[in-house]
């Protein structure tokens, strides 16, 4: 079965720092990757996502994601975080092979400080 | 940007009435999805449906859980008798009909189970 993991359940840093978010699947065939973000009391939001082509991947909100096939890896950056970033971050992957489903991160809350 | 809409926001009942949870997704739609997250816990996948069917569902969802698309428009999720675990956030998702493509997420419906 396809599982999803998120390195860090917890990030809290500055407002100007960078964040680095890591995700990590384990499924060996054709996948398609996402970044899904959740601010407080609100619905998730598709923040990125990669099909195919270039890796690194621009989303919204000056955040982009790099797609490292030999590492199944899909980590989620951004350069200068701010206050608004606040939020659980979800990566979550769906293997086509596997049905359309997408599987879920455990995900990751992150607490920038003014 | 089209919504998914759920409704209603917060649900609460007693441990073994019946709840009916419902979502209106995107018209265009014909893949619909449930899933839920427990507080504090990932996202999980509970069932998808299309062309009026199931297609696939997890082991959460056993036989207390029904899906229906009782005409064009809703897309419903029936608890036949609620447990204490069942309280969670509910969400309602929708996709259309290219392999892949995103899913949009409703707001969720917060069920609590006393």
């Known amino acids: 079965a396809q599982s999803v993991s998120q390195h860090n359940h917890h990030v809290i840093l500055s407002e100007a720092a960078s964040l680095e978010l890591g995700c990590n699947y384990s499924?060996?065939?054709?996948?398609?990757l996402f970044w899904y973000v959740q601010y407080p009391g609100q619905h998730l939001q598709l923040l990125l996502k990669?099909?195919?082509?270039?890796?690194l991947v621009k989303g919204i909100k000056g955040f982009e994601a790099e797609f490292i096939k030999s590492k199944f890896s899909f980590n989620l950056r951004k350069p200068s975080v701010q206050w608004s970033d606040t939020a659980e971050y979800f990566c979550?992957?769906?293997?086509?092979?596997?049905?359309?489903?997408?599987?879920f991160g455990g995900g990751t809350r992150v607490l920038v400080k003014p | 940007e089209p919504e998914v809409t759920q409704t209603p926001s917060h649900q609460v009942t007693q441990m073994g009435q019946e709840v009916i949870l419902r979502c209106v997704p995107i018209?265009?739609?014909?893949?619909f999805y449930w899933y839920r997250q427990i507080l504090g816990q990932k996202v999980e996948f509970l069932v998808s449906?299309?062309?009026?069917?199931?297609?696939?569902k997890s082991e959460i969802f056993d036989d207390q859980f029904s899906v229906e698309r009782p005409d064009g428009s809703n897309f419903t999720l029936k608890i036949r008798s609620t447990k204490l675990e069942d309280s969670a956030m509910y969400f309602c998702?929708?996709?259309?009909?290219?392999?892949?493509?995103?899913?949009?997420f409703g707001s969720g419906t917060q069920l609590s189970v006393l």
């Open positions: 990669y099909f195919s082509g270039d890796p």
């Open positions: 499924y060996g065939g054709t996948v398609n």
């Open positions: 449906f299309y062309n009026n069917e199931i297609s696939e």
């Open positions: 998702a929708s996709r259309g009909v290219v392999s892949g493509e995103k899913l949009f």
């Open positions: 018209s265009n739609h014909l893949y």
């Open positions: 979550a992957v769906n293997a086509l092979a596997a049905g359309n489903k997408l599987t």
